[in-house]
């Protein structure tokens, strides 16, 4: 009648012969079984510093070196530490902002073509199409749409050449 130590708890239990040949009788326990099979490691959240399990796959693929407890930690990690500034896909030269320069000179914001009014939909348009160029007078408003159809229109184009004049 072998006795054996669990591998996980160190208790001793009954272990039948057969279990022993197979190469199991290890645990002494399901719950002992489970904690015993587990790879891998617990880690703390980078943000929020709460104990995660992970595991080895994860542990291995981690490009930062980082772990995470969710999405919404990774994402607080994302765009208050690794997208800003020059790493962000957006980036521009770090020029300057086109819009607080436009909005700070005095001019009324509404599309210089349609006249449309609203300011969550106003953009920048660079006349010269050189966005370096963030002199006044090369700067205008226009909506989502007409600033469009400025590149891409050749009427638009000609009509907005027409009203700068």
């Excluded at 957006?90 to 599309?111: D, P, Q, T, V």
């Excluded at 073509?113 to 199409?129: A, F, G, P, Q, S």
């Excluded at 002199?135 to 600033?147: G, R, S, T």
Aim: glycine fraction near 6%; charge should be positive; aromatic fraction near 10%.
């Amino acid at each position: 009648m072998p006795i054996v130590n669990c591998e996980k708890c160190n208790k001793e239990f009954y272990a039948k012969p057969n279990w022993l040949k197979k190469g199991w009788g290890k645990y002494c326990s399901p719950k002992c079984q489970h904690e015993g099979q587990l790879r891998g490691k617990l880690v703390k959240c980078f943000i929020c510093k709460k104990e995660v399990w992970k595991a080895p796959k994860a542990l291995k693929h981690s490009k930062s070196g980082k772990y995470f407890c969710g999405k919404s930690c990774q994402t607080v990690w994302r765009n208050t530490m690794v997208f800003i500034g020059e790493n962000h896909p957006n980036w521009k030269n770090g020029e300057r902002n086109y819009r607080s320069i436009l909005g700070k000179s005095g001019r009324k914001k509404h599309c210089v073509l349609c006249k449309n009014k609203d300011e969550r939909i106003l953009t920048v348009h660079h006349l010269d199409k050189n966005r370096k160029n963030v002199e006044l007078k090369n700067l205008i408003w226009l909506c989502w749409n007409c600033h469009f159809l400025a590149h891409h229109d050749k009427e638009t184009k000609e009509k907005l050449m027409a009203a700068m004049v």
